[in-house]
């Protein structure tokens, strides 16, 4: 029980550290940290899910000698590891993390998972949006110890996953509205500075033209007169 409430606690405290990272990178590669250095998970990874094409990506995980490694490189495609999908796919009134008791055991070497000649349990635990939407996995194991399953610890890390998930899903949001009003600041800028273009065409074209023109505003005063109308009416 009192070790329970120590790794709510240390959930807790997690969610205040991860919500003020404002690099979804950095994010990713302190939630893998945290599931290990401080909830005791001694292998574990995060691997976002893309629709196209169909597969997982790396962000960061632990190897066998306990090392955190960047994983960015590394795609996991669903047919080829399916326990990525099976755990995506639980449903609500299913158990929240989904295991393998006989899974192969892979490490990533330059982006591409390779197979180790060891098999061990593994879990995976859904990465969902607070509206439930499946966004990744979480996987981890016991390859380096060959420790038993733990299911409160195991049930411990669907809390914080859930936890995880809910912050990412709005980092990304954020991200995303900031793209997008850089995206239209730049546009703006664009196109006052075309108009600010066109207009010194238009005013180098009526200050040259041999033809008379003249501006008149509301009121009926002449506002502009090219040089041409000053000419010809000196």
Request: with cysteine; glycine share 6%; hydrophobic share 40%.
């Amino acid at each position: 029980q009192a070790s329970i409430l120590v790794s709510l606690e240390s959930i807790l405290h997690a969610s205040e550290q991860l919500m003020v990272i404002s690099s979804l990178d950095e994010f990713w590669r302190t939630a893998v940290e945290i599931a290990r250095d401080r909830l005791g998970f001694e292998r574990c990874g995060i691997f976002p899910y893309e629709p196209e094409p169909h597969a997982f990506h790396g962000t960061y995980a632990v190897d066998m000698r306990g090392q955190l490694y960047d994983a960015q490189k590394t795609v996991w495609p669903v047919e080829q590891f399916p326990i990525l999908g099976e755990a995506m796919q639980r449903d609500a009134d299913q158990s929240r993390w989904y295991i393998n008791r006989n899974a192969p055991i892979y490490n990533s070497v330059d982006g591409t998972p390779i197979a180790l000649d060891i098999r061990a349990w593994m879990v995976g635990t859904p990465i969902r949006t607070q509206a439930g939407e499946p966004m990744g996995v979480m996987l981890n194991d016991s390859a380096i110890t060959n420790r038993p399953l733990d299911p409160v610890q195991q049930d411990l890390l669907s809390v914080y996953v859930s936890m995880v998930g809910n912050i990412a899903h709005r980092k990304m949001l954020e991200m995303r509205l900031q793209e997008a009003n850089a995206a239209l600041e730049n546009r703006v800028q664009e196109r006052t500075k075309a108009l600010a273009e066109s207009e010194e065409r238009f005013r180098s074209l009526v200050q040259h033209s041999q033809d008379i023109f003249a501006i008149i505003d509301d009121s009926g005063m002449l506002s502009y007169v090219n040089p041409a109308l000053c000419r010809l009416t000196g």
